[in-house]
C-alpha cells in the first residue's frame, strides 16, 4: 500500500474511532422522587443518536470522468464524431445512511455505472507517451486510442458535517436548509475495460475479457466479458464533498461529488506508470435521500418528566430580563416567570440563574393551582435535531432543580422542548433560555 493511501486509512480510523468514543462519555445514575424516575446524566455536546435511529437511505444519479493515462484533456471531456464516443458516462447509486450525531453519519454505498476515455494523436507532445504506449499485441494502428469501462463497487464511508463543525466552531449561523460536508472512504470495485483505436475501433488489449489476441483479419476481440466472479478488482480510496437541502422532515436534495482513487492503473487497460501511477474516477451525482421511521423529537420527549443535572456547576452565564406573568386575583398584582438562561451548548444551570430559580419556585408554592409548561430553546448553532435535544436537557435541568431543591411535585411541571424553532433575537445567549407557561 503506498503512502497516499495509508495516510487517508488512518485518517478513516480516527474519524471512526471519535464517532465511537462519544458513548464512552456518559455517565448516568438513577434515583426515585415520588413516583417520577428522574435521571443524573452528563453527555457530551455531540448528542449520540440511538442506534435505531437517524437512519436513511438514498438514490443518486450521475455522470462520471475519468483520469488517468487516456485523457486528451485536463478539465474537460473529449468527443470524437466518428463513432460519437464521448467520455462522460453515467453511474447511479443507492446507500443506507446512519447519523451518529450532529456531526458524523457513516454510509454504505452500492455504485454501478460506466466511464469512458480518449486520446488522439494531435501534437508532438503525445510523441512521448505514443512510443511508450502499453500494446503487449502490437495492435495499435496510429492515430489514437480509446477505452471503456464498466463497473460494480461497495462502498463505506463517513460523512462529515461540515456546517455543523464551523458552526459550532466559529459560532456562526447555520444556511437555513442547506448544508455541506466532506467524505472519506473505502471501496471494493469490480470492473471490465476494453482498449480500442479510435478510427477503426479495432481491438487493442482489455481487462475482464475472456476474448483477447493479435488483431488480424476477421477477428474482433473484447466482446465476451467474464462474468461478475472472475472480473478483476480493486481497492479504491474515497474522498469528495456533497451539499444537502432539507425539502422538508423526511426529504433531503443531495449533490454529491467525489473522485474514486483506484489502487490500479488498470481502469483504462493502459499500464504506463510513466505517465499515472493510478487511475481515478470523477463522480458528480444528484439525488434524494429519505429518513426511516420516526425522526421528530417533539412527540418523544413533549411530555417527559427525566430531569437532567450536570455534575460541573462551573459555568459563566448571562441573564436578560425575559419574563413570562400571570395576575393574582387575591392581591391583584402581576406575578412574573422569569427566563432562565444556559452557556452555548450546555444545559447546566449555573449559579447565577439561582434567583430566578428561587423567584419560580416561591411563585408556585403560594399559587398551588399553578401548572407550568417549562419550554426549552436554544440557539441555531447546529442541526434542529441536536438542538431538540439540547432544549430539552435544558427543561429537565431546571426541572430537577424546582424537584429536588424546593419539592415543587413533578406533576405540576410539563416538558417542552422547541430547539431552535422561536428565536427572539439574533443575540444568541437571549436564545438558550428555559421559558415558563402558565397551562390553562
Given amino acids: ?32 422522587v415520588t413516583n417520577h424516575e428522574t435521571k443524573s446524566i ?22 462520471t470522468q475519468f483520469d488517468g493515462d487516456i485523457r486528451q484533456w485536463d478539465h474537460i471531456p473529449a468527443y470524437q464524431e466518428i463513432g460519437e464516443f464521448f467520455e462522460l458516462r453515467s453511474a447511479a447509486s443507492i446507500s443506507l445512511h446512519k447519523q451518529f450525531n450532529s456531526y458524523f453519519a457513516l454510509n454504505a454505498e452500492f455504485i454501478a455505472g460506466s466511464f469512458a476515455g480518449l486520446r488522439r494523436e494531435t501534437n508532438t507532445e503525445d510523441d512521448v507517451y505514443f512510443s511508450n504506449l502499453f500494446d503487449p499485441y502490437g495492435n495499435y494502428e496510429g492515430g489514437g486510442e480509446k477505452f471503456e469501462a464498466s463497473f460494480k463497487e461497495a462502498d463505506l464511508l463517513l460523512n462529515i458535517d461540515l456546517s455543523n463543525v464551523f458552526s459550532y466552531v466559529f459560532k456562526t449561523k447555520k444556511a437555513g436548509n442547506l448544508s455541506y460536508g466532506a467524505r472519506l472512504g473505502l471501496g471494493y470495485n469490480v470492473f471490465n475495460t476494453v482498449r480500442r483505436n479510435t478510427l477503426s475501433d479495432s481491438y487493442i488489449y482489455s481487462y475482464g475479457y475472456s476474448d483477447e489476441g493479435l488483431t488480424s483479419s476477421g477477428t474482433n476481440y473484447g466482446n465476451d466479458k467474464k462474468d461478475f466472479f472472475s472480473s478483476p ?3 479504491v480510496y474515497i474522498y469528495g464533498m456533497q451539499a444537502k437541502y432539507k425539502l ?69 452565564v448571562k ?5 413570562t406573568g400571570f395576575e393574582n386575583e387575591d392581591e391583584n398584582e402581576l406575578i ?16 447565577l440563574n439561582k434567583n430566578q430559580i428561587e423567584t ?10 399553578i401548572n407550568l409548561n417549562v419550554i426549552g430553546h436554544t440557539d441555531y448553532i447546529g442541526t434542529p435535531e441536536s438542538n431538540k435535544i439540547l432544549a430539552l436537557k435544558r427543561v429537565n435541568a431546571v426541572i430537577y432543580h424546582l424537584v429536588f431543591n424546593y419539592k415543587i411535585s413533578p406533576d405540576r411541571l ?27
Avoid at 452528563?42 to 455522470?63: Q, R, T, V
Avoid at 429519505?290 to 427525566?306: F, H, L, N, P
Avoid at 432562565?340 to 449559579?351: A, E, K, L, P, W
Fill in 248 to 316: 422538508n422532515k423526511k426529504l433531503y436534495l443531495l449533490l454529491d461529488y467525489t473522485v474514486r482513487n483506484g489502487h490500479t492503473d488498470k481502469w483504462d487497460a493502459s499500464v504506463m506508470n510513466t505517465v499515472n501511477s493510478t487511475d481515478k474516477i470523477k463522480l458528480l451525482s444528484l439525488g434524494l435521500v429519505y429518513r426511516i421511521g420516526k425522526q421528530d423529537y417533539d412527540k418523544d420527549w413533549e411530555k417527559s418528566v427525566d430531569a437532567y443535572c450536570s455534575l460541573n456547576s462551573n459555568v459563566n
Fill in 414 to 440: 410539563f416538558s417542552i422542548t422547541k430547539g431552535e424553532e422561536e428565536q427572539l433575537s439574533n443575540v444568541k445567549e437571549i436564545n438558550r433560555r428555559v421559558d415558563f407557561e402558565i397551562v390553562d
Fill in 233 to 235: 478488482r480493486e481497492t
Fill in 360 to 369: 419560580i419556585a416561591f411563585t408556585l408554592k403560594n399559587n398551588p393551582s
Fill in 1 to 32: 500500500m503506498n503512502k497516499k493511501s495509508t495516510s487517508l486509512t488512518v485518517v478513516v480510523l480516527f474519524c471512526f474511532s471519535f464517532v465511537f468514543a462519544q458513548d464512552t462519555e456518559i455517565i448516568s445514575q438513577t434515583t426515585q
Fill in 336 to 351: 412574573y416567570f422569569p427566563s432562565i438562561y444556559f452557556n452555548t451548548g450546555s444545559d447546566i444551570v449555573g449559579g
Fill in 319 to 323: 441573564i436578560d430580563t425575559s419574563y
Fill in 42 to 63: 452528563y453527555n457530551s455536546e455531540s448528542d449520540i443518536i440511538p442506534f435505531w435511529k437517524g437512519w436513511a437511505i438514498g438514490l443518486n444519479l450521475g455522470i
